[in-house]
């Protein structure tokens, strides 16, 4: 997917810097649901992950303190090797017979997989973001490509409010989105994850699982949060 390059502007007063986290956070959980590179492992060993999503969540335009403290919990053992995030991410995510255990693409909890794809990528069109489909590295419907566009606009909607600019479509388009797209299925797959965290194959990390049931949970429960606090606006 490729952005619309824009120019940036110092954060000039507390709302902005309060939405511009909303931003910030869409991105570190796009981030933590691609393929575990060296600096997140050792963001998840040493605690400064846990610490930079809970620091957003602080000071977000409404109050998230339950949110705060599920992100507390978002850390591993120090010496846990960064080999064991990356293959149970594998096994959790990526690999199986037909099919991962809790695929991170939309279509799979969808019974209309190609309206999906369709929707998804006329909103990426829509809103300045290049998407065609069988050109890019991930599917239009991986989670951490949505949540990236999530990011998008909530930046779209920062950079709008500097000149005072009517930032309402950026806010119903964001609503849109989130009902359609991430909140349809990401109980579903939070739901998988658990299920798979409580009945472990031996060889498997507990830890790790546990992990990205943490992270996917406080991510359903922000995306719900986001959600009320955009519709409280419209």
């Not at 591993?76 to 255990?101: C, K, M, N, T, W």
Request: proline share 5%; glycine share 6%.
């Amino acid at each position: 997917m490729d952005a619309i390059q824009v120019q940036t502007q110092p954060l000039q007063t507390e709302e902005q810097v309060r939405s511009a986290n909303r931003s910030r956070l869409y991105r570190l959980f796009s981030e933590s649901l691609r393929y575990p590179q060296a600096d997140f492992c050792e963001g998840l060993r040493d605690g400064s992950f846990s610490r930079s999503v809970e620091e957003l969540l602080a000071f977000l335009p409404y109050l998230a303190e339950d949110l705060c403290e599920q992100a507390r919990r978002l850390g591993l053992p120090r010496d846990l090797p960064g080999q064991e995030i990356e293959v149970e991410f594998v096994r959790l995510f990526e690999a199986g017979i037909g099919s991962p255990p809790c695929p991170l693409v939309e279509g799979v909890y969808d019974r209309d997989r190609r309206a999906v794809m369709k929707e998804l990528i006329l909103f990426y069109n829509h809103f300045g973001l290049s998407y065609a489909e069988g050109s890019q590295a991930e599917r239009p419907d991986h989670l951490g490509l949505e949540l990236e566009f999530l990011h998008y606009l909530t930046f779209k909607e920062v950079l709008a409010m500097q000149p005072g600019k009517d930032v309402r479509g950026y806010r119903r388009a964001q609503i849109d989105f989130l009902v359609r797209h991430p909140l349809s299925w990401t109980g579903k797959l939070v739901e998988k994850v658990e299920r798979i965290s409580s009945n472990l194959p031996e060889g498997c990390s507990r830890e790790v699982v546990l992990f990205y049931g943490r992270l996917l949970r406080l991510l359903h429960r922000f995306l719900e949060a986001d959600c009320r606090y955009l519709e409280a606006l419209a």
